[in-house]
């Protein structure tokens, strides 16, 4: 597949596009990556130096990406956390634009709003355009728990909750929902769940959970369950083997106490996970 990743850069670390390129690389497909921003590193160390791109500029990029005359051959968009909405914008732009030349071509959208316990973390505007415009352009979307949340306007405290919350918001437009970090009354306290719902049904995949904290995780599972489920087309596999990838990717992290995920390090990861787990159906 030929993706067109649309996301922020960092020189060190890996968030955003520094997270999503390298895992989908890996597994063979080409990434035409255009980055929103350029940070020295992730905001998550309280400094860092660079600057905000604006949503002309991705216009321009897209453009220059279409005079070359291969933007029909783009099989997929991917989008992270926008910024502002005029980047947001300039996203759903260019979905526009690649659709325009390849019906087939999907749009994944991890709708970066927030966080259970940190609330809204974006700027404002963000969100309700995330809801308004983005989600419902989008084939697949990946929201965490919270943002199922506001997204679907309904609290989720149990499987049936998050369920109905997805299907509110597939009937918006995505096809394909994977909901990520998902707590519910029946989750185990040392575990933590993923469910995807999508054409061929709906399934769960929980695995342990870890105490290392690190970002970008979330960047990198979009990134693994959207490949996965554009060229199996079965939520089943996608939700298993991007859940399975980022485990090992994130159990090797906590095992180096590193304060970034060892992307690199751990790539085979992506590959052949050292621990497959397998997807339940749900409903």
């Avoid at 940070?39 to 897209?62: C, Q």
């Avoid at 728990?145 to 506001?150: A, D, P, V």
């Avoid at 992290?253 to 304060?259: C, F, K, L």
């Avoid at 085979?268 to 050292?274: K, Y």
Wanted: proline share 5%; net charge negative.
């Amino acid at each position: 597949m030929n993706i067109l990743s649309i996301q922020s850069w960092v020189s060190y670390g890996h968030v955003g596009n520094a997270s999503a390129v390298f895992p989908m690389q890996r597994l063979g497909h080409e990434v035409w990556a255009i980055h929103t921003v350029q940070f020295s590193n992730h905001t998550g160390y309280g400094a860092w130096k660079g600057r905000v791109y604006d949503g002309p500029m991705i216009d321009e990029l897209v453009e220059g990406i279409e005079e070359r005359g291969v933007l029909g051959r783009c099989d997929g968009v991917l989008s992270g956390y926008m910024g502002s909405s005029d980047i947001g914008s300039a996203i759903v732009a260019a979905v526009r634009r690649v659709r325009a030349l390849n019906p087939e071509a999907l749009y994944c959208c991890d709708p970066v709003i927030g966080d259970v316990g940190r609330g809204v973390f974006v700027r404002p505007g963000i969100p309700e355009f995330m809801r308004d415009k983005a989600v419902p352009a989008a084939d697949i979307i990946t929201p965490n728990q919270f943002e199922l949340e506001y997204l679907s306007g309904r609290r989720v405290t149990t499987i049936a909750d998050a369920i109905a919350a997805v299907e509110a918001i597939r009937a918006t437009g995505p096809r394909t929902v994977l909901v990520t970090s998902l707590l519910t009354e029946d989750t185990p306290a040392d575990a933590i769940d993923l469910l995807a719902c999508g054409p061929s049904g709906r399934f769960r995949v929980r695995t342990p959970r870890l105490s290392v904290s690190v970002n970008g995780a979330g960047d990198a599972i979009a990134a693994l369950f959207f490949v996965h489920a554009a060229t199996s087309r079965d939520e089943a596999f996608a939700v298993s083997r991007a859940a399975s990838s980022v485990f090992g990717l994130l159990k090797r992290t906590e095992e180096a106490g590193s304060r970034e995920i060892l992307t690199v390090e751990a790539q085979d990861e992506f590959v052949t996970p050292t621990t497959v787990f397998a997807p339940e159906k749900i409903g």
